[in-house]
């Protein structure tokens, strides 16, 4: 059965949900790109602006077909999947400029903490690591599950979308703005390179598995720190955040999402818990790493939450005094 608004309700109903929830997330997006460019346009970076063309095309296309379900086919959930996906790529683009630029500023590393702390919980990154090079199935296994985030991402805001899940929908996007930004801000302030780039293990115990983040895709964060990369393109996106581990943030911030959605929540459970034990092994992390991007996602969930209730709260109050 069709979903509908009333043709009295449908302005101020799109004003409403432009003036809340939706405008906050514009306007985070807007000015991080702001940040952006006033940050490559201020110093020697060079930015590929062709590669926006990609992004661009798909996010024009997703939000015609959001406009097309809200106004001439009404049906809330295609226009909310549509419109929250299209928000979700042009942050995830201006995000991960923006994490670029903050490697960038290059302060002291904090890997040597990590380690001790990493200790202090009995954890040893070439043992953990060591373990599954010697069982070359675990290793296949860990890189599966490993490259599955971005793609659990957006099956995510399509699955709870199509289920009609559309608050969740809202609050797991924010959520992961957030979760990206809290990650970004303590990357650079607190940067990492990863118990990989601090052990550098030789040549021979690296090839026994063939990890997905290995010391050669480490070298740009190297690089950046080093100011001998200078070209932005977001046809080469890198994953430079080590703590907290991003990966493990996105993971938790699935899990949530998926939490009350029956029959899908225990496989959603266990592929991301792999994930999470993935981390060290196919991206290089302390487990210190791991733990605060937990931290960070439970943060994140709690702090969209707050937002869009204070949102509803602020649209409640409008449609009382119209």
Not at 179 to 204: F, H
Not at 268 to 278: D, E, M, R, T, Y
Request: with cysteine.
């Amino acid at each position: 059965m069709a979903e509908t608004y009333s043709t009295s309700t449908r302005v101020p109903s799109l004003v409403a949900g432009l003036g809340t929830q939706l405008a906050v997330k514009v306007a985070i997006v807007v000015a991080i790109v702001v940040i952006d460019f006033v940050w490559i346009a201020g110093t020697d970076f060079e930015f590929d602006i062709p590669s926006t063309l990609t992004v661009g095309a798909i996010t024009g296309l997703l939000v015609a077909i959001a406009w097309f379900y809200r106004v001439k086919r009404p049906m809330k959930r295609f226009e909310v999947l549509c419109t929250e996906t299209a928000v979700l790529l042009v942050f995830s683009a201006a995000a991960a400029v923006l994490s670029i630029l903050m490697t960038s500023i290059n302060l002291p590393l904090v890997d040597d903490q990590l380690t001790v702390i990493d200790g202090a919980l009995g954890f040893d990154w070439l043992s953990y690591v060591g373990f599954v090079n010697q069982r070359p199935w675990l290793g296949t296994l860990s890189s599966l599950v490993y490259v599955t985030t971005l793609t659990q991402v957006a099956l995510t805001v399509v699955a709870l979308g199509l289920v009609g899940q559309v608050e969740r929908v809202q609050r797991f996007v924010l959520a992961v703005m957030f979760g990206a930004l809290i990650c970004i801000v303590i990357s650079a302030v607190l940067p990492a390179a990863g118990a990989l780039a601090t052990v550098r293990p030789p040549a021979e115990f690296m090839m026994l598995n063939n990890p997905i983040v290995d010391l050669e895709y480490k070298q740009a964060f190297f690089d950046l720190r080093n100011g001998l990369a200078r070209f932005i393109s977001l046809d080469e996106p890198r994953g430079l955040i080590a703590f907290p581990s991003y990966h493990c943030t996105l993971s938790v911030l699935i899990i949530l999402a998926f939490a009350r959605v029956r029959f899908w929540f225990w496989p959603v459970l266990a592929i991301n818990v792999a994930v999470i034990l993935s981390t060290p092994i196919d991206g290089g992390h302390h487990l210190a790493d791991a733990l605060g991007g937990i931290v960070v996602a439970l943060v994140a969930w709690r702090l969209a939450k707050k937002l869009l209730e204070m949102c509803s709260a602020g649209r409640s109050a409008s449609e009382l005094t119209v």
